[in-house]
């Protein structure tokens, strides 16, 4: 028999215990990475038992009466233990959607890990249709799969170029250079918004989650031109900043930059993230054109309503 219990801070530890045995779990899932915006947001998510065993988690916050997948996560959705085949996570969902309806929420939403981060595949298609999930939105994104050159011959000739100037790449164990001299004035001078992490934050995640927030940076005699911050997972690294100077752009350090991640990095996909436009809500073509430069194919976050 299946038990559904609410999330209290006294299960921290067995939560982040599932997370680390998951099949389709990542570190964003984690309460080390989770609770440091606890306070944004009432969280909702659920424990789900087969006896004494975890066997399932579902990350997630209430707003009125929906149930979201957790709104500070990229994506959630059903976490599940490693050992669960699918005819038991079908179990989890149908049991959790109905202790959700009975709790009062007249809507929930979830946007499942995609399928290539996960260290044990789950049909994610498969388990929304069985248990009457209605696709209501997709969120194209992008992403390398590995090993991959880069065959583009505007992409190599900025390699070659960044090269030659004697531009160099270096993890940083600091993320201050790069937020202060480069990211804010990136969002606030060109973008018109804020990141979405402050640098007190990115510095305290890097510390509660060890080694999986990475910064790596273009540099040329001294100077910084362009960095990157990546969160790794197990199969996967994902881009979660770029960005560079005008001389940076000028001499193409953000280029050698993604060259370096394809040939050093050592996982199987490099996530570039979305292309969508805050502004305007639609794709962005220079973003897709970027992004496919580099080698990237299309893949699609899908929401899932049930209700």
Request: glycine fraction near 8%; proline fraction near 4%.
């Amino acid at each position: 028999m299946l038990e559904i219990k609410k999330y209290s801070p006294s299960d921290f530890d067995s939560w982040n215990e599932l997370i680390e045995n998951s099949s389709n779990g990542v570190f964003l899932h984690s309460r080390n990475f989770m609770d440091y915006h606890k306070d944004r947001f009432v969280d909702a998510s659920l424990l789900i038992y087969e006896g004494e065993e975890l066997v399932a988690a579902l990350p997630g916050n209430s707003f009125e009466k929906t149930f979201l997948s957790h709104q500070g996560l990229t994506f959630g959705g059903w976490v599940f233990l490693k050992k669960l085949d699918a005819s038991k996570q079908l179990q989890v969902i149908q049991k959790s959607l109905k202790f959700l309806f009975e709790c009062g929420f007249t809507r929930i939403r979830v946007k499942p890990v995609p399928e290539f981060y996960h260290s044990q595949k789950i049909d994610n298609d498969a388990l929304m249709l069985s248990c009457g999930g209605v696709l209501v939105d997709e969120d194209p994104n992008y992403a390398i799969e590995l090993p991959k050159v880069i065959s583009d011959r505007g992409k190599r000739w900025g390699v070659q170029k960044a090269m030659n100037l004697g531009i160099h790449i270096e993890e940083d164990d600091c993320f201050v250079t790069f937020w202060d001299e480069i990211l804010m004035p990136y969002h606030r001078q060109v973008l018109g918004y804020e990141p979405v992490h402050t640098l007190a934050e990115i510095e305290y995640l890097a510390t509660k989650n060890n080694g999986k927030i990475r910064q790596f940076n273009a540099y040329h005699k001294g100077e910084i031109l362009a960095g990157v911050t990546v969160f790794t997972h197990p199969e996967v690294v994902r881009t979660q900043y770029i960005a560079s100077t005008d001389d940076g752009r000028k001499n193409r350090a953000v280029d050698l930059l993604i060259g370096y991640l394809m040939r050093n990095i050592g996982e199987k996909y490099i996530d570039l993230g979305g292309v969508t436009d805050p502004k305007t809500g639609l794709p962005k073509e220079s973003l897709v054109q970027w992004k496919e430069s580099f080698g990237g194919e299309l893949y699609v976050g899908k929401v899932w309503e049930f209700c």
